[in-house]
């Protein structure tokens, strides 16, 4: 997997998403999770999913933190290079996690967090170094809106369905799923597409017009075979 | 627990609202299950939680549906009077049951079915008989945008927390979940609450002001005291 | 006042929003308030303005519906023929009134209750005659989500301004407001344009094409002034 | 056309989106369009479109509705039968015809009128017996709201896109848009599928379980085909 | 116009759309649109409209980029100097124009690209040089939410109405529609507005109250005339 | 009251909705006011409350701006060092303060503008050196959407109650308001907390796990004691 991982890491995922289209996937895009900051790389890695209910309560208390089921006990099952997915439903107002909770999750070597809820602690989380895609930031806890129910379940995410497994991807346009059996596929013809799209944005800077250029006609296709030989 | 559901049924989820606030808990009623057609009875029984993720389209697809994890093998495992709990994420352009799944939960002994979601088939849903609160009807079927996951897993309806074994009590005013250890009170307490507002509305409707009335008085108290004594 | 009143009654929301249009005004149909039934009478009167603010645990209790500022306070103060309209902000989680203070609103002889929030009990309130205009309903108490903080205030209510003094129509189409300086205008320049549609009608019954009907040409504005004589 | 809408007329809407999906369409229910009253007939039609864009204040005036690009225009060009189906960008707070449009679209024979947005007049609108699928209903006219640029072009409704020519289904469960080359698939494989579905009603009523019902097993199968037989 | 156009690259899009209000329009200000970074120039020019609806599995695939009316084909029309402003309906889920297409109109002279959708490959957008205002980023392509149906007609556009030669002006404040006959109005009645603003700032500076200052009682008008001779 | 706020100045916004947690309080915390730049310090200060209704075209004009009850009176009265807080309904279309009034605020002395709803001239807002909390940035004024009715009265913001004499704080996770009874509490609970998660942060930079660390069993409390001692 992990060449195939590497391989990834430089598919954008916009070409991801049009790869996964050609299997008749649309909904693979998280509609939610948006980096914490632009300017960091792309990350790759299999999901490793979380989930959350609404708040009751008599439930969702500071106390409920020691519990078995914790947020704190499921970031020590994480393995090392997975990229946690949390389904926070939507809710903007809490934090599913603050500064101490990404410290340790960037200390066990988790790759990144991924939710379509909000981290709080928004100067400590920067700190941790955990790479973060939310929906924003919110000052209260996740208790004041959320409770946490179980990890390693299927989910749903920014209006995805997520299951332990599918790899994750995951750029400045957002996080896109990969189901499991089309993660080899979307990286190779990816990696193709990526390759392609460089032929046609150096087509574009010499001044070609874009029907027949992109999709290709017959004759673009040809110049592209030339070009990729060329270019060896 | 017969004896308590009979209790119940004769408290209104608005009340019982009112009794769960005094226990600290506020995030009680879902918003969005409404039922179908007004005039019905108030429906008293334990959830049975069902649980949807959203649609992908290499497993949201009619075939599914003879998978074991499927809807149908959730109702054939309700338990005669429970109520059907299902957490659809409050999508409401795919109906997580129609017709004859309804048909079928109505002659397994199903009280009721409560969702954020909504139904399919109105016409044959209300020809079932089976109650129903929903967040309104779809044609299209679950498939079309969501995936079905599990039942007896805690889920969020509705904005609150459902666990497995909590009570629902729905009536015109919607549905209210009640935790598992709050049932006695809710439906003592509630019970008791009702008689003072019958004596309320019996003061209003001979003219007494609302303040000092309702919320009681000492003066109030009193004469209730005694409108409880004659009434024996 | 009651004159004009009388005629307002024949006029529909859908005529005065139309009226107001003249005078440059878009903003007077809340949007929200719906009537609880249908098949009830158009209501007139002068608004009574209540306002609430989201509820904050220390201060939004059952306990504070004993202070003198709150919604019984309110309720006592409201005139005969006054119709009450409740700026909720828009929240649908927690009914601002239930039963008992509709039974004591249409016993002090209010004409109706228009919010963009919603009621409780809704069994109740039907039983007590009050026409109420609202977003639907909830089982929760107003102190679930709101915070009552006074009356005979500026409001917003539906996206429209409502001050004191305006004018309120309801009917089946919704609640509009009518500014104080302009229900004269409203009332008699609607009156007439209801007498129009009439005509209107009569002509597209016998078959009359719409363009240069309605918005009429000079040749049916001649036809109308016949009609108009011929009814007398 | 005619013998394929009787056919059609004898299929759900529910139904004709598990026939879409069969051709891997799941856009084809439009989610805001709900009949204004329960208890009519389905109706087929096809689609004649109009197209609203936002109100600006200097195009949206009571004085736009004599221009040639007016509703009125529109009318006058719907030819009988069809279904009319208005893009109103899903604004509720407008309505986009009142009743005297729709009692002229009733007396040039139009079948429906089928929108994302609202309208007017509630009491006229069902005295003129035009069947009506709207988001619900609001006092202010079209032009409150609106500005009316156009028929017959392709629009956006209720989320799905709507061609000319493609063909409109509508029942309690809403409204679906067929494209044109699938219309005779779905009315002819959707007869099938209700003629299957009363075979599973009779099953259920029986008391057969889900599993291996439906979605059938062989034996199923092999029992659906006897009861063809013997209905015959 | 160019010299028009000059000034109005002096004129704030907030001066505009007071100066717009004088006239009565207030809806003028697209909800949506905002600059991908901040820091670049206000960017003027007439429109070039294009308009999506809904996808369609049938009609919004990738092969439909090929077609003549196709993003590529609208791209291959547009003026030098033209603002391309795309109704997406507010669509967030599908990028409607990803690098590549930028590229391209930046090669053909496009001044900026505005939308109430968003956009797709937002590292290379920004290397594309091409200034962008939308509702954001996401990494699938415009057929998995939208299909393309034309160009050079009417649109919305972030809530308001677009015609074909309005002219468009965009800065940090987002992007305002200035309707073809009131441009020379607005650019040389906000031009004065702007100059009476910076003698308001510097009567800020020195300390003068707002009452009787902003807006300008008779004495602060006098002022401003003095200033106004003296900085010349 | 100074002393206390040169504390709360050291608190983080998360950790004060955890103290107010411990209160019964999880509304607190502005869902929807932003900072407008990250990188600002904490701010803190006494509520000075404005209210909005929507707007109406009558009252809502340029020339409103001139009148006793406006935001330019209200700025007058603002005390030095205190915190606007503007209900604007979260309306996000038009912007309730542009640089003009911004600048006289700083120059009164004012702390900071939180409000609901936005801001205009983004780039002259920022150089009048007054943080503001808002939820984006729009180019029309507040007339455009919204009508000035007050100052110094209950209002809601971003989905809490804030009273007069309310204490607020704000850094980049948002803004939360303390209710004036538990600001000391806050203030000096919420320190100890800060003082406590230094070490926690201490703990998990040395590799100790989640479970027993936060929240902390005997074995942490005792080594946080010593830690405490040590660091004296």
Redesign the interface.
Known sequence: MNATFDVLRKV???T???ML?????????M?GP?PLV?GGERIVGPAFTLRF???????AT??S??KPV?T??A??EMPEGCIAVADA?GV??A?IF????T??MK?RGVAALVTDGVV????GVLASGLPVWSA??????S???L?F??WG????CG????FPGDVIVAD???A?VI?QN?VEFAAHEGAQHELF?SF??SE??R?V???GL??A?EDTKARYETWKKNRR
């Open positions: 954008t995922t916009a991801i998403t049009t289209l050609k299997k008749g996937i649309r909904r693979c895009w509609n948006k632009f209910v609404p708040a009751r309560e008599d439930l500071p106390e933190w020691a914790s704190r006990g970031i020590e439903m903007v107002s934090g603050g500064d101490i909770l410290m340790r200390r709080r602690d928004r100067v924003g930031i919110a000052a209260p806890a208790v004041n809106g409770t129910v179980g379940e299927p989910i749903g209006g995805v369905a997520v400045e346009d957002g896109v189901p089309l799209e046609i944005v574009v800077e001044g017009k874009l029907p992109y999709p006609n």
